[in-house]
């Protein structure tokens, strides 16, 4: 694997970067850790930031039997629907493993939940989570997702299916997809001026009179500001 | 523009310790006046609109953290300050059973890069307090004093704001305020309905172009993340890089500055500094050394700088150097408003910050405690990040099922889904902004035993709030309280109580700390004279906010800049008459 391909799936995210850097040489692991093109958060870092980063991107916490597992948890959570795709979908599984990593205390509460799954589903079913049927998956499930009504002695469960959720519902909304299906319209150059009029209305909010005549107007956004001696802004007719 | 080392070369006319607010004005008004300057940074260069430094108008999916804080970048992923609470290599310590949380950002421009651009002149009673209630001290110089340079920076500068005419918010020359977002029409009407007023906001963000130099304001809602449009303020893009291309001026970037250096005479001669390239020790002389390194940094400058004239450190013959460290009081709080669910879509992000705030409206004579706070406004349809999605495990009962009847607590599948996205943007809060009382026993000293990995040593933190910011605290959650309910929301969390001060922040996590370096007419109660020159060194000045003698409910930017102003010219004024 030359490095330009490694730096390739790094950008895309399409794999964990730890499980291409384990088939490498050490020089080509050298230099998929150039700086050249981190592969970690865009934007003014500094060299600190990059290693870190790096070292976040190369190193491996999750086993891929984990991986499995928190797939269809995510999948159970965030599923595809008519308008939507689902959260492995948009590899929420590979942001999980990177806040593992960049949050350590999530890996013990993650690592030890991950195991309280197989050791209930042995309990009452005797098999491992995995290897559940569907609806036997769906019963464990129950018992930990819904907060309100969950047994008492099913508090860990229920923490560790909070964690899960937050992890995935965050990975999956940070994501474009995710962004389309909130319907998220902003984070790109326009011009504000107040909420429309039809939402207004239906609010029942009119702008405070007092005001009206001094807000920012459009048309005037090019116009170099001047003011007068009381600090009055000079506005064309 | 230089950024080589210049160990042995000509002396400068005045070296320039720090690239903030202060620094940033006076590099500008010292060079234009033709002097030679030197600006010593401890961090790197930066300039957003270079692409290499721009975190403006990315996407949470650029960052693998989805934006989330780091340790070098505790508000967020994409924000524009590098350093924060706890920097690697640069520690500081707190003397046990009093707590200081020091924020610093190791860049040009300082923490003018990320702050909230809230711009608020001090009014009359702001620099006389002591007339008013009896505690602290007044300041030395009053409204009028720096009424001409406010002026000067809203113009320089810019603006947005109203003219109201309260006494004590004094109106300035405004650009044109944005209108306010949804969740801030009902924050005001939940406000009126309590008499609290709520104004347009007063963020030094460019609605209308000012110059030919800076872009105006493009709505992203980022200006924590510094504009690549230069369309808000910070002290890189506005001031220091300004000068550069106009003025004699000479950068220094990534060199930490270890003390002043005086003659036998105890007259300043420069800096030494530690270059963070090859960790050397470098002087600079100079004939002025201003010091606009941020109050806690050039309190430690000074109290490093010790020297057979100054024993104790330079400007602290009397024990006065960070004596009467304060920070603004803060306290939050959060609500839902139902009226806010399932919320047409339409671009919300407007300017980086509230487009409305409620400045101090009571007369504390009527209160159980001493000094006045501000409220900001936050809430919105902004841009999803890092968090998102989260405390549906909590959250979800404020959502009304098909039938009326609350959403179960968390849960899983496309209910959840769809839950998720009908709850986006409907969350509100407030954040209370307060003075507090300044204190002889706040102090930061050196502390012997402990250095930073330059070798300097570091800062230590004694800081106790008193009774009257804590009741202040809990003012501010009644008003809160007050003002969600009011709006038809549901508040969220509990109502702080005095076993956690009424949810006070930490001293420190306000980040407007002020104070140790403070003005005053007697050497024995002050470190600076009113023109911000030190008592013992008359070639010595602070730019920083070390100088105030109380800080306002306001924030502080606005008056470091008119203040810097006002030291500079009094440097080129000193210079011309031979008087330094």
């Given at each position: 694997?030359?490095?330009?391909?490694?730096?390739?799936?790094?950008?895309?995210?399409?794999?964990?970067?730890?499980?291409?850097?384990?088939?490498?040489?050490?020089?080509?692991?050298?230099?998929?850790?150039?700086?050249?093109?981190?592969?970690?958060?865009?934007?003014?870092?500094?060299?600190?930031?990059?290693?870190?980063?790096?070292?976040?991107?190369?190193?491996?916490?999750?086993?891929?039997?984990?991986?499995?597992?928190?797939?269809?948890?995510?999948?159970?959570?965030?599923?595809?629907?008519?308008?939507?795709?689902?959260?492995t979908?948009?590899?929420?599984?590979?942001?999980?493993?990177?806040?593992?990593?960049?949050?350590?205390?999530?890996?013990?509460?993650?690592?030890?939940?991950?195991?309280?799954?197989?050791?209930?589903?042995r309990?009452?079913?005797?098999?491992?989570f995995?290897?559940?049927n569907?609806?036997?998956?769906?019963?464990?499930?129950?018992?930990?997702?819904?907060?309100?009504?969950?047994?008492p002695?099913?508090?860990?469960?229920?923490?560790?299916?909070?964690?899960?959720?937050?992890?995935?519902?965050?990975?999956?909304?940070?994501?474009?997809?995710?962004?389309?299906?909130?319907?998220?319209?902003?984070?790109?150059?326009?011009?504000?001026?107040?909420?429309?009029?039809?939402?207004?209305?239906?609010?029942?909010?009119?702008?405070?009179?007092?005001?009206?005549?001094?807000?920012?107007?459009?048309?005037?956004?090019?116009?170099?500001?001047?003011?007068d001696?009381?600090?009055?802004?000079?506005?064309?007719? | 523009?230089?950024?080589?080392?210049?160990?042995?070369?000509?002396?400068?006319?005045?070296?320039?310790?720090?690239?903030?607010?202060?620094?940033?004005?006076?590099?500008?008004?010292?060079?234009?006046?033709?002097?030679?300057?030197?600006?010593?940074?401890?961090?790197?260069?930066?300039?957003?609109?270079?692409?290499?430094?721009?975190?403006?108008?990315?996407?949470?999916?650029e960052?693998?953290?989805?934006?989330?804080?780091?340790?070098?970048?505790?508000?967020?992923?994409?924000?524009?300050?590098?350093?924060?609470?706890?920097?690697?290599g640069?520690?500081?310590?707190?003397?046990?059973?009093?707590?200081?949380?020091?924020?610093?950002?190791?860049?040009?421009?300082?923490?003018?890069?990320?702050?909230?651009?809230?711009?608020?002149?001090?009014?009359?009673?702001?620099?006389?307090?002591?007339?008013?209630?009896?505690?602290?001290?007044?300041?030395?110089i009053?409204?009028?004093?720096?009424?001409?340079?406010?002026?000067?920076?809203?113009?320089?500068?810019?603006?947005?704001?109203?003219?109201?005419?309260?006494?004590?918010?004094?109106?300035?020359?405004?650009?044109?305020?944005?209108?306010?977002?949804?969740?801030e029409?009902?924050?005001?009407?939940?406000?009126?309905?309590?008499?609290?007023?709520?104004?347009?906001?007063?963020?030094?963000?460019?609605?209308?172009?000012?110059?030919?130099?800076?872009?105006?304001?493009?709505?992203?809602?980022?200006?924590?993340?510094?504009?690549?449009?230069?369309?808000?303020?910070?002290?890189?893009?506005?001031?220091?890089?300004?000068?550069?291309?106009?003025?004699?001026?000479?950068?220094?970037?990534?060199?930490?500055v270890?003390?002043?250096?005086?003659?036998?005479?105890?007259?300043?001669?420069?800096?030494?500094?530690?270059?963070?390239?090859?960790?050397?020790?470098?002087?600079?002389?100079?004939?002025?050394?201003?010091?606009?390194?941020?109050?806690?940094?050039?309190?430690?400058?000074?109290?490093?700088?010790?020297?057979?004239?100054?024993?104790?450190?330079?400007?602290?013959?009397?024990?006065?150097?960070?004596?009467?460290?304060?920070?603004?009081?803060?306290?939050?709080?959060?609500?839902?408003?139902?009226?806010?669910?399932?919320?047409?879509?339409?671009?919300?992000?407007?300017?980086?910050?509230?487009?409305?705030?409620?400045?101090?409206?009571?007369?504390?004579?009527?209160?159980?405690?001493?000094r006045?706070?501000?409220?900001?406004?936050?809430?919105?349809?902004?841009?999803?990040?890092?968090?998102?999605?989260?405390?549906?495990?909590?959250?979800?009962?404020?959502?009304?099922?098909?039938?009326?009847?609350?959403?179960?607590?968390?849960?899983?599948?496309?209910?959840l889904?769809?839950?998720?996205?009908?709850?986006?943007?409907?969350?509100?809060g407030?954040?209370?902004?307060?003075?507090?009382?300044?204190?002889?026993?706040?102090?930061?000293?050196?502390?012997?035993?402990?250095?930073?990995?330059?070798?300097?040593?570091?800062?230590?933190?004694?800081?106790?709030?008193?009774?009257?910011?804590?009741?202040?605290?809990?003012?501010?959650?009644?008003?809160?309280?007050?003002?969600?309910?009011?709006?038809?929301?549901?508040?969220?969390?509990?109502?702080?109580?005095?076993?956690?001060?009424?949810?006070?922040?930490?001293?420190?996590?306000?980040?407007?700390?002020v104070?140790?370096?403070?003005?005053?007419?007697?050497?024995?109660?002050?470190?600076?004279?009113?023109?911000?020159?030190a008592?013992?060194?008359?070639?010595?000045?602070?730019?920083?906010?070390?100088?105030?003698?109380?800080?306002?409910?306001?924030?502080?930017?606005?008056?470091?800049?008119?203040?810097?102003?006002?030291?500079?010219?009094?440097?080129?004024?000193?210079?011309?008459?031979?008087?330094?």
């Open positions: 694997m030359n490095r330009r391909e490694n730096l390739k799936l790094l950008f895309t995210g399409a794999l964990a970067s730890g499980f291409l850097l384990t088939n490498c040489t050490p020089e080509e692991k050298q230099a998929a850790l150039s700086p050249v093109n981190p592969g970690g958060t865009a934007g003014g870092r500094t060299d600190d930031e990059i290693n870190i980063d790096q070292r976040l991107l190369s190193d491996v916490f999750l086993t891929e039997e984990e991986k499995k597992k928190l797939a269809v948890l995510a999948d159970i959570i965030i599923p595809a629907d008519a308008e939507s795709p689902s959260a979908d948009v590899g929420v599984v590979d942001f999980i493993e990177f806040m593992m990593k960049d949050y350590p205390a999530y890996q013990i509460p993650m690592r030890g939940g991950l195991l309280w799954l197989d050791h209930y589903s309990d009452h079913f005797d098999k491992a995995l290897d559940l569907e609806t036997d998956k769906m019963k464990i499930i129950d018992e930990i997702a819904w907060p309100d009504k969950a047994k002695e099913h508090i860990g469960g229920v923490m560790f299916f909070n964690m899960v959720r937050n992890l995935t519902a965050t990975g999956y909304f940070t994501t474009e997809p995710g962004f389309k299906y909130l319907g998220y319209v902003g984070n790109r150059p326009n011009v504000w001026d107040g909420v429309p009029d039809h939402i207004m209305k239906a609010h029942g909010f009119e702008l405070p009179e007092k005001y009206i005549d001094i807000y920012l107007k459009p048309d005037e956004r090019g116009q170099l500001a001047e003011w001696a009381e600090g009055n802004i000079l506005r064309k007719a | 523009m230089s950024f080589e080392i210049k160990s042995t070369a000509e002396p400068y006319d005045v070296i320039i310790v720090g690239s903030g607010a202060g620094g940033g004005m006076a590099s500008k008004i010292l060079s234009e006046a033709g002097l030679s300057v030197a600006v010593v940074e401890a961090g790197a260069d930066f300039d957003p609109a270079k692409d290499e430094d721009r975190t403006q108008l990315r996407f949470p999916w960052s693998p953290r989805r934006g989330n804080s780091t340790r070098i970048r505790p508000f967020g992923d994409f924000d524009a300050a590098i350093g924060g609470w706890d920097i690697e640069e520690p500081y310590t707190n003397t046990k059973g009093t707590k200081f949380d020091w924020f610093r950002s190791r860049m040009v421009g300082g923490r003018t890069n990320h702050w909230g651009r809230i711009s608020l002149r001090f009014g009359p009673d702001d620099f006389k307090r002591k007339d008013i209630d009896g505690l602290g001290d007044n300041w030395p009053g409204y009028d004093d720096l009424k001409p340079y406010y002026d000067k920076v809203d113009k320089l500068i810019g603006v947005f704001g109203s003219k109201e005419g309260w006494r004590n918010e004094p109106d300035g020359f405004f650009l044109p305020p944005p209108k306010p977002r949804l969740h029409m009902y924050m005001m009407k939940g406000a009126k309905k309590a008499n609290i007023p709520v104004i347009p906001s007063r963020l030094s963000v460019l609605t209308r172009p000012i110059n030919n130099e800076r872009g105006v304001c493009f709505f992203c809602n980022q200006c924590n993340r510094a504009c690549q449009a230069y369309a808000d303020f910070s002290s890189g893009t506005c001031l220091v890089h300004p000068a550069m291309k106009k003025g004699k001026v000479d950068l220094y970037t990534n060199s930490m270890r003390k002043v250096t005086t003659d036998d005479q105890g007259k300043a001669t420069g800096v030494s500094f530690i270059s963070k390239v090859d960790l050397k020790e470098y002087k600079l002389k100079s004939r002025v050394v201003v010091l606009g390194a941020s109050a806690c940094e050039s309190a430690r400058i000074m109290l490093n700088s010790k020297s057979k004239s100054h024993p104790n450190g330079i400007g602290n013959s009397t024990g006065m150097v960070g004596r009467y460290l304060h920070d603004s009081t803060g306290a939050d709080r959060m609500g839902i408003l139902p009226e806010l669910m399932e919320r047409e879509r339409y671009n919300e992000d407007g300017v980086g910050g509230m487009h409305v705030y409620t400045p101090w409206w009571l007369d504390n004579k009527k209160l159980d405690f001493a006045g706070y501000h409220i900001e406004y936050w809430g919105g349809m902004g841009m999803p990040s890092y968090g998102v999605g989260f405390a549906m495990d909590t959250m979800r009962k404020h959502l009304k099922d098909e039938f009326g009847n609350p959403s179960p607590n968390g849960g899983y599948g496309e209910g889904k769809k839950d998720i996205r009908r709850i986006q943007g409907s969350t509100l407030m954040s209370g902004r307060g003075e507090s009382v300044p204190q002889y026993t706040n102090y930061c000293e050196i502390d012997p035993t402990v250095v930073d990995k330059y070798g300097i040593p570091v800062l230590r933190f004694n800081y106790q709030w008193t009774q009257d910011e804590i009741l202040q605290a809990k003012h501010m959650h009644e008003t809160f309280e007050e003002i969600i309910t009011n709006a038809g929301g549901t508040l969220l969390g509990s109502k702080p109580g005095p076993e956690s001060l009424y949810g006070l922040a930490t001293p420190g996590r306000i980040i407007h700390e104070g140790t370096t403070r003005m005053g007419n007697t050497p024995e109660t002050s470190v600076l004279n009113s023109n911000c020159q008592h013992d060194c008359n070639n010595l000045f602070v730019v920083d906010a070390g100088p105030f003698v109380s800080q306002a409910d306001k924030n502080p930017t606005w008056t470091i800049l008119a203040l810097s102003w006002r030291t500079s010219d009094y440097i080129v004024s000193e210079l011309k008459k031979k008087n330094i």
